[in-house]
C-alpha cells in the first residue's frame, strides 16, 4: 500500500469495509488500515470526510492518521486500538448503572467536539464502541459520516440506531447522534435494545428503562428525551455529555481529559453498589480492558472548537452562558398528620431559563419512613431514598412555571417532618418548605 503499509491480519469487517491490522513502515507503529469493500460513486467525499476526521483531536476519538488510494480503491489509516468493542462486552450482560452512564458520557462527550466541528456520526451503535486501556473510544468517524449521506437508493445506517428522521429518509444531523446514544443507553442497562425501533419505522418505542437497583430516576428521564420524535425536543450532546457525568457522579474535569488523581478507583464493570453511599468516582474497568477516567474529554484544543469549552455542568460559549439543568425550588408542605403518619404535597418551580421536558424529584426521608399511595407523579422508594417523576399530562415545566399537587401518603413515627434536600434533573433545588 503505497510502499508505506504492511497488511497484517484482518481484524473486523462492516458492511462498507474491512480493517487489517498494519505496520507503517516510515513511522515504524502499529496502525490499522481500513479498505473499502463498497465501490463509492465518489471517493472524493471519502477524502474529505478522512480530513474532517483527522482534524477531530479528542480523547474519545479514535485518530485517523492517514488517507490514500492504492489500485483505485480508497484506504484510511487509523489508531490501532485494543480492548473490546461495547458490543462485545455486552454479550456478557448489561453493565452497571454507574458505569453504563459514564460510559455514554464519553461517547456524549466525543459527539460534542465532532458535533462542533459540523461533523456527524450518523451509525453510533456499541460495535463502534471500543473499551480501551485508555479509555472510551468512537470509532468510524470519517466512513460514518459518508454513509449517512444517501447518494442512490435508501439511507444507509444501523436498524434499530436510526432516529425517526433517518427513517424517513432524511439525513438528520447532530440530533441523530443523540437519539442513538439513548439506544445505546438502553442497551448497556438492559442487555439488549428497545422494543419498537428494529422495523422500518419506528412504531411505539419503548420509552422507559426497566427499574435498576439504585439508579437514579433522571437516567431514564433523559432517555426518553434522546428518544423524542421531534429532532428538536432531544438535548445537545453537549448538554447530555455534562447530565450524564452528573447522574454518574463524576467528579468536575472528568470530562476534559485529565488525568485520574493517585487516589481515585476504578469503577466495576460487573457489580452493583448504593449510589447514595459511593464516593463519586471517575474510573471504570472492563474485563479484559482497563476502562480508566482519563478516558475521555469536552475540552479540545481552542483551534478545534474554535472558542466552545465544555466545563462540568455548563457549556460556555463566548457571549453566551448556557444552563446544562435547571435552577429550581420546592415546597414541601404537611397538609395533615395523625400518630403514626402524614399527607404531603409538593410544589416544584423551574426557576431557570430553559424549559424542562420531563422533571424527575428525588430526595431523602429519614429512616423508618415509607412513601406510600402517591399521586400525581411515579412515586418510587428504595431505602430512603425517594424518587418521584412526572406524569405525561404533568412532565412539561415552563421556565418560571410550577407543578402543584404532587403528593403522598408517608408512614411512620415523625412523618411530618420535611427532607432537607431536593434534587431535580440532577441539580440541587433551594427549599421553600415551612410547615404548615
Known amino acids: 500500500m503505497s510502499g508505506r503499509y504492511r497488511l497484517i491480519e484482518p481484524i473486523g469487517e462492516g458492511g462498507m469495509s474491512v480493517v487489517w491490522r498494519a505496520y507503517d513502515e516510515v513511522l515504524r507503529r502499529r496502525v490499522a488500515v481500513k479498505l473499502l469493500t463498497t465501490r463509492l460513486p465518489d471517493a472524493g467525499r471519502l477524502r474529505a470526510e478522512a480530513q474532517a476526521a483527522a482534524l477531530l483531536s ?8 492517514d488517507y ?38 464519553h461517547i456524549a462527550a466525543a459527539l460534542s ?43 444507509v445506517g444501523t436498524p434499530g440506531y436510526l432516529a425517526p428522521e433517518r427513517l424517513a429518509g432524511e439525513v438528520g444531523g447532530p440530533a441523530v447522534d443523540v437519539y442513538a446514544v439513548g ?27 426497566p427499574l ?39 467528579r468536575a474535569g ?7 488523581p493517585s487516589s481515585a478507583e476504578p469503577l466495576s464493570m460487573t457489580g452493583t453498589e448504593d449510589p447514595r453511599t459511593a464516593p463519586p468516582r471517575r474510573g471504570l474497568r472492563a474485563p479484559h480492558a482497563a476502562l480508566r477516567t ?3 474529554g469536552t475540552a479540545v484544543a481552542a483551534a478545534v472548537l474554535a472558542g466552545v469549552a465544555l466545563v462540568f455542568g455548563v457549556l460556555k460559549i463566548p457571549g453566551t452562558a448556557m444552563q446544562a439543568t435547571p435552577a429550581c425550588t420546592v415546597g414541601y408542605r404537611v397538609t395533615q398528620t395523625w400518630h403514626d403518619g402524614a399527607t404531603v404535597s409538593l410544589s416544584i ?87 404548615s
Not at 80 to 95: H, Q
Not at 123 to 135: A, E, Q, S, V, Y
Not at 394 to 418: C, E, M, P, R
Open 68 to 105: 490514500g488510494v492504492t489500485d483505485d480503491e480508497p484506504f484510511v489509516v487509523m489508531e490501532l486500538l485494543d480492548g473490546e468493542t461495547l458490543s462485545a462486552r455486552l454479550t456478557r450482560g448489561p453493565l452497571p448503572w454507574r458505569a453504563a452512564v459514564e460510559v455514554c458520557a
Open 183 to 209: 439506544v445505546v443507553l438502553f442497551e448497556s442497562l438492559t442487555g439488549r435494545r428497545p422494543a419498537g425501533i428494529d422495523g422500518l419505522v419506528r412504531d411505539d418505542a419503548e420509552l422507559t428503562v
Open 254 to 260: 472528568a470530562l476534559d481529559g485529565g488525568p485520574l
Open 349 to 435: 418551580t423551574n426557576t431557570g431559563r430553559t424549559d424542562i421536558t420531563r422533571w424527575a424529584l428525588t430526595f431523602d426521608l429519614p429512616n423508618g419512613l415509607r412513601a406510600r399511595s402517591g399521586w400525581n407523579g411515579d412515586w418510587r422508594q428504595q431505602g430512603t431514598h425517594v424518587s418521584v417523576a412526572a406524569t405525561p399530562d404533568n412532565a412539561y415545566l415552563a421556565a418560571g412555571a410550577s407543578v402543584s399537587d404532587v403528593g403522598t401518603n408517608v408512614d411512620g413515627k415523625d412523618a411530618g417532618s420535611v427532607p432537607g434536600h431536593f434534587t431535580l434533573n440532577g441539580e440541587r433545588c433551594r427549599s421553600d418548605s415551612p410547615l
Open 294 to 296: 482519563a478516558l475521555a
Open 212 to 250: 435498576v437497583p439504585g439508579m437514579p430516576p433522571e437516567v431514564a428521564v433523559l432517555y426518553q428525551e434522546c428518544l423524542a420524535v421531534d429532532p428538536g425536543m432531544r438535548p445537545s450532546s453537549t448538554t447530555l455529555a455534562s447530565r450524564l457525568a452528573a447522574l454518574a457522579g463524576m
Open 113 to 155: 467536539a465532532a458535533h462542533a466541528r459540523g461533523l456527524v456520526h450518523r451509525d453510533i451503535k456499541p460495535g463502534n464502541i471500543m473499551l480501551t486501556d485508555t479509555g472510551v473510544k468512537v470509532v468510524d468517524f470519517g466512513i460514518a459520516a459518508l454513509a449517512g449521506r444517501p447518494v442512490d437508493g435508501p439511507v
Open 58 to 65: 479528542h480523547p474519545n476519538v479514535s485518530a485517523v492518521y
